[in-house]
């Protein structure tokens, strides 16, 4: 039957466009965790006799069709001692086991064969005992240590700071500037949110017909709209008030007056407004009338029914919204490029000076840790790998996030319908 | 399980079906006689439905059903290896509870069975809706919209447009799954009336929980309990006179609670 | 009401802003912004041309040819991917596709053609039982990772000069990336559209003596139809708007015309690079926000486009 074989032929290639987009994602899961990873294993140091008789010890950074690219002690700035070495340069390759490798505070790392070479090495840096942050003999690890190292890496990372330039260290401002803006964004956006959906939901015609395709389409504006916006009206417009009118004595130094932790919450927050929104209405629309009324005709106002017995069933959508606006805040960096994210921010936005906590402060974001380091790194064999690293803790935060709100999700469904009758 | 009519459409013997590891029908044998009404009664749940969509397979598209026994339709054993689902549908028909057309034109709605069995536009096509259209009495209706969207017809008028999409290939066997009940009284016994005059040319399965119905249309009649074929027999017979318990419950409740 | 006075804000404030700047004298660079609007439109294309064929056909699979325990995790797993932050998309398309498809273009294009010809060849040769093809998304993995991967070998056979981009980041590149990041929305909405058909009418499709094929192209697909337009539409509007991908893998060049292995440079990149730098009102300042207006009018045009396809869809459905 040819048509049977026609029609398994198409339903291949449909199967074959599913199978694609399965493949993109795991294709995608996989190199984020072997990228972002990669960069805290422990490598080996070679040692590498060249046909001019030199012998240089390095880690071996890039691989090329016609080149490889070494590391070698980095004596006088970070990123200043690569080598491009082509084969016919090399005479002979070696892993020598008792090379050390030493990493100082501000991410330089040296390459020593033994202890009286590094303690040159290091006067040679510049640099005293106090500098060093690590300091092993890679070639002799086992694999049990290797993994040791890595886990230590994976920590100096995670909760270190970075080093003045922000090209090697640890990434704990982001961290902390990623999570307390999405805290800052969830709590203007939400009750704002909640809110509206509430007020929206009561409201039938035309007049809330208009009103729901707008907020409809304001879900699906770019967010680097809402960065122009956030820049004109609350940095240029609002923040500029409230500079000439609080902190005058400051000016012309802005305090409000130029991006800062508060307008990019407030940008993130009317983000994810309009998600938030539509989710809690389609949740509220999802309640059967017959609860309403039930409720209503035991004499309860609209407004007891709504407080009393629709919000708490749409507690579910709620955190659905949530998630969504989670998702949304956590990931758009665009916008945030407007409003006051910066490179280097070493200084985190709360301290124990009053007032604790200071809003106006810039910030650093993971996501764009993500972009500078990989875009704008003065050395790029650091960059693109810390990006990486940035980027899979990025994914990480954003998923934990999304994940733990929709688990939270499942939960109260299952309770509720537990409530029902079967 | 007696009482083979003279001329059989459709056989089914010992059909069994499983939703996952749910059993929904235990065994049910069937006979279904030519140009005449069988009824398939029981209360919800019992596997009217489900027996009904085992004539046609239908059953295959839903994940995790798995059938056993057989069911023959004239000489084509539905079953079999290698049997062709297109050919058994084609010769036996199915009318849902609701009218279900499909967002098309009239035209193009009686004439989806024909098209996919490959008679492309022309001359025959027309006549053969046409033909299909009087059969379901909706031709004097929508003589002069055929090419509106069926979606506009009124509810009974679907329910007469999907008889005629039905009957449209000239199946050997209807199977209609309760396509009475969302109608009124009124509309009810108009719609039975059509009934009987497709019964002269084809070979009826009614599924119904209207036990005032089946006694009015059926010539034959299946008593359905818990996927079983408690009693199946001549209709009046069955009426008159219940060999099973079963039976006369559902009978009598009905009677009493005047449905 | 406040907060529906803020929903209402962006267009308003860009409107205002930009009618209240005297455009004094000069008027504005309308061939740059005429090259920034082609740039937004060559990257929204490619991404489409990407996105939309894989997206709709996995929908299309999901809702008429899936186990559908499986059609849960598909829609569970690009929920995930729609949760990756694009800037990481990006990350991935400036460091690690971007030097490989410098040398790999012919292997692309040639792999692109190669997988779904391969695909078509093993469904005619083939004809597998069902129950197994429901499963295809997961089996079939491999198989068409072999069919582009055999497709790029190939390609490397052909060394025309035609396939050399004037640069590593280009349109071909943002394309690919660009449409990974909405190859979610495509399928979502699409997948949304055929769930949304009254399962009913298949059936009687399939009781009619239809093959699950045919009542997909006769019965599902024409009543979808408008619902794929409008995914089509929400992923173009996505697209277009689209920041970090652009702004990461394209160059930033502000070139003309449609070549395909050239640079560009989008509205939103243009934002999001100059506007950090630009003194608010001033002249540059003016153009940036002439920028933002194009880029809101055109979103909110296709998603006009969108919502009258969606009634539309509503419509037909209401039996």
Known sequence: ?422 | MNAAPVSVALSARDVSLWYGARQVLDAASLDVASRCITAVVGRSGSGKSSLLRCFNRLNDEIDGARVQGSVRVGELDAYARGASLSELRRRVGMVFQRPNPFPMSVHDNVGYGLRLFGLKRGAELDDRIEAALRVAGLWDEVANRLDDSALDLSFGQQQRLVIARAIAVEPEVLLLDEPASALDLAAMLRFEELLLQLASRFAIVLVTHNMQQAARVSRWMAFLHEGRVLEFGDTDAIFTNPHRRETEDFITGRIVSGD | MFVLLLLCAIPAYLLASAASLPFAGQSPDWARLGILFGGSLRATLCALVFAVPVGIAAALFAAHFCAPRLRGWLRAALELLEAVPTVVLGLIAFASIAPWLATHVAGVVVACVVAPCALFAWGLATRTPRRRLGWMPLWGVPLVVAALVAGVVLGAGIDGTRFVPASPWNTLLVGLVLGVATLPTVYAMADDALAALPSAQTQAALALGATRWQALVTVALPAAMSGLIAAVCMAAARCFGETMIVLMASGNTPLGGFDWLGGLRSLSAELALELPRSAPSGAAWRELLLVALLLLATTMLLHAVARVMRTRLRARQVA
């Open chain 1, 1 to 422: 039957m040819s048509r049977a074989r026609n029609e398994s032929a198409g339903v291949a290639l449909l199967g074959g466009a599913a199978a694609c987009c399965v493949g993109v994602v795991v294709a995608l899961a996989a190199w984020l965790a072997v990228a972002g990873f990669a960069p805290f294993w422990p490598t080996s140091v070679v040692e590498v006799s060249l046909r001019d008789g030199a012998v240089v010890l390095g880690e071996r950074v890039a691989q090329f069709d016609d080149a490889q690219v070494l590391r070698t002690s980095e004596i006088e700035r970070i990123g200043g001692a690569y080598r491009r070495l082509r084969p016919d340069d090399i005479v002979s390759t070696a892993l020598p086991r008792d090379v050390l490798a030493i990493e100082l505070a501000d991410g330089r790392r040296l390459f020593a064969r033994d202890a009286g070479d590094a303690a040159a090495l290091l006067a040679a840096a510049g640099a005293i005992e106090s500098d060093v942050v690590e300091r092993v003999a890679p070639n002799a690890l086992g694999f049990g240590s290797r993994c040791m190292l890595f886990v230590k890496r994976v920590a100096r990372f995670v909760a270190g700071a970075p080093d003045t330039s922000n090209i090697s260290g640890g990434v704990l401002p982001a961290l902390i500037g990623t999570l307390t803006l999405v805290l800052l964004m969830s709590v203007l956006a939400m009750p704002l949110g909640v809110a509206t959906a509430m007020f929206l939901h009561q409201r039938r015609g035309a007049y809330a017909r208009a009103l729901r395709s707008a907020i409809d389409m304001l879900a699906g504006m770019p967010a680097i709209l809402y960065g122009v916006l956030g820049l004109g009206l609350f940095v240029h417009g609002l923040g500029a008030r409230v500079d000439a009118w609080f902190f005058a004595d400051r000016l012309p130094v802005p305090t409000f007056g130029s991006g800062g932790l508060l307008w990019a919450a407030a940008t993130l927050a009317l983000l994810t407004l309009p998600v938030v929104v539509v989710s809690v209405e389609r949740g509220l629309a999802g309640i059967p009338a017959s609860l309403r009324e039930g409720s209503l005709a035991l004499g309860a106002t609209r407004e007891e029914t709504m407080w009393r017995l629709l919000l708490p069933l749409a507690r579910p959508a709620i955190l659905g919204g949530f998630a969504l606006a989670i998702a949304r805040a956590a990931g758009s960096v665009a916008p945030l490029m407007l409003v006051g994210v910066v490179k280097l921010a070493p200084a985190l936005p709360f301290d124990a000076h009053f007032p604790y906590f200071h809003p106006s402060a810039q910030f650093m974001h993971l996501g764009f840790s993500v972009y500078d380091a990989s875009m704008a790194s003065p050395d790029a064999l650091r960059g693109v790998p810390r990006a990486y690293a940035c980027a899979a803790l990025l994914v990480l935060i954003v998923l934990t996030l999304n994940l733990s709100a929709l688990v939270l999700r499942n939960r109260l469904r299952a309770r509720q319908r537990m409530l029902e009758p079967a």
